[in-house]
């Protein structure tokens, strides 16, 4: 197991209680309002580092025909999502054991992938971001959001930085068509919102 999932494993049970888990709800609120704008009818929606399943549970009532699919590396955190999640007209969403580097789907097999606040937490930004370029459909969308501090303040934040349009650009070939900051996160923890597509 990957060092940066262990602490997951033990936060899991209480982790819906937490600050950090709040501060997560504008950043799903704001997340699900682009995929509806972008792609209101997604056949599957896979949400990268999804933990307890939070924005899953917002997404079931937004996308009732999507096949929802959640992927973490903490197997408790897993556990918990699948206790959570709503389950779909043919059964509950599928819970993946796995890290964004690695992405265990065919080639552009998803048409929509969601990441939020979960950056940090990827070994390597640039295989992951291949990895999403790769199982993503014609047609697809893919939603990023994480911390994104002003200049000023971005050293001490390295770690928690998206991996930016440029890397998008440079690592895809995917086309960013909305860029901007997600309302209601704040001035210590500014979040900024990316969504590219797949012509």
């Known amino acids: 197991m990957a060092a940066s999932a262990q602490p997951f494993e033990r936060w899991a049970a209480t982790y819906d ?49 999507a096949h929802l ?13 699948r206790r959570t999640t709503p389950a779909e007209a043919e059964g509950s ?3 993946v054991r796995a890290r964004a580097e690695q992405l265990p789907f065919p080639d552009a097999s998803l048409d929509l992938i969601t990441a939020t606040l979960t950056r940090r937490h990827w070994h390597d930004v640039r295989a992951g971001l291949a990895e999403i370029a790769r199982v993503l459909a014609a047609g697809g969308v893919f939603i990023y959001a994480d911390v994104h501090p002003p200049a000023p303040r971005r050293r001490w934040w390295r ?22 900051p997600v309302p209601g996160c704040g001035p210590l923890l500014p979040c ?7 012509s």
Do not use: N, W, Y
């Open 17 to 65: 209680q937490s600050l950090i888990a709040t501060l997560a709800d504008p950043v799903h609120a704001t997340v699900l309002t682009a995929a509806h704008h972008h792609l209101p009818h997604p056949r599957h929606l896979l949400d990268l580092g999804c933990g307890t399943g939070r924005l899953l549970h917002k997404a079931a009532g937004r996308f009732p025909a």
């Open 69 to 81: 699919i959640g992927m973490d590396a903490a197997h408790a955190m897993l556990t918990v999502a």
């Open 93 to 95: 969403p599928a819970m």
């Open 159 to 180: 770690r928690c930085e998206p991996g930016g349009r440029h890397l998008l650009d440079q690592t895809t070939g995917l086309r960013v068509i909305e860029d901007r």
């Open 192 to 198: 900024r919102l990316l969504v590219a597509g797949r």
